[in-house]
């Protein structure tokens, strides 16, 4: 093999790495989550994302699996782990059934095609018979805060208090519908098959 022939392979390996560590990538962390009763607990979650776009195009990536799971306090009655490709918003149990619910949303068109088109952009589970079952959206939501951090970034995040997810979620640049559970969403982009961030 000549070294005309050897630099020609090795920058051929070299190009497909670099496509592939950038194609998928999995990445953790732990978040404080203030629930609606004022207890704070303590949450893992994960990341599976693929990115988006061409090297040296537009960026951006596709969540292709996210993880929630109650790391403190442990008790008998905690849910199971989460896992959908969807951005959760709002983790919390539910003050008169007593179930624990996850409402989320997404950040590609793409993923609410996936939900059914729903008017409003989230899904909601709840811990029944012990798994995680899609249900409607409880109307009592609509407006509620998010105690989830939604605005995450590809190259991963270092573990959040309440503190440090309030300063990244007070950005103006976040869209409303990752802040609440936001009722003035449009699927604009989406019909077009665009963004669905707006």
């Not at 203030?34 to 990115?51: D, E, F, M, P, Y």
């Not at 409402?103 to 729903?118: I, M």
């Not at 440090?164 to 979620?169: G, Q, V």
Request: glycine share 10%.
């Amino acid at each position: 093999m000549s070294v005309v022939q050897m630099f020609k392979a090795v920058f051929a390996l070299l190009i497909a790495l670099t496509i592939t560590g950038c194609g998928k990538s999995q990445f953790g962390w732990t978040e404080e989550v203030q629930l609606a009763s004022g207890q704070v607990i303590t949450v893992k979650r994960t990341v599976h994302s693929q990115a988006l776009g061409e090297i040296g195009g537009p960026g951006g990536w596709e969540a292709e699996g996210m993880t929630l799971e109650i790391l403190q306090p442990k008790t008998a009655d905690n849910p199971p782990v989460w896992n959908y490709p969807y951005v959760p918003v709002v983790f919390d149990q539910d003050p008169e059934t007593k179930e624990w619910f996850v409402v989320a949303t997404f950040y590609t068109c793409e993923r609410w095609h996936e939900l059914g088109k729903p008017k409003l952009p989230y899904g909601q589970w709840r811990v029944r018979n012990g798994q995680w079952q899609r249900t409607e959206l409880s109307s009592n939501l609509i407006g509620r805060k998010a105690n989830m951090l939604t605005a995450i970034r590809s190259s991963g995040e270092p573990n959040h208090t309440l503190q440090s997810k309030e300063k990244i979620m007070s950005d103006k640049r976040i869209a409303s519908k990752y802040k609440s559970v936001f009722d003035g969403w449009k699927p604009l982009g989406c019909s077009k098959g665009g963004s669905a961030t707006s």
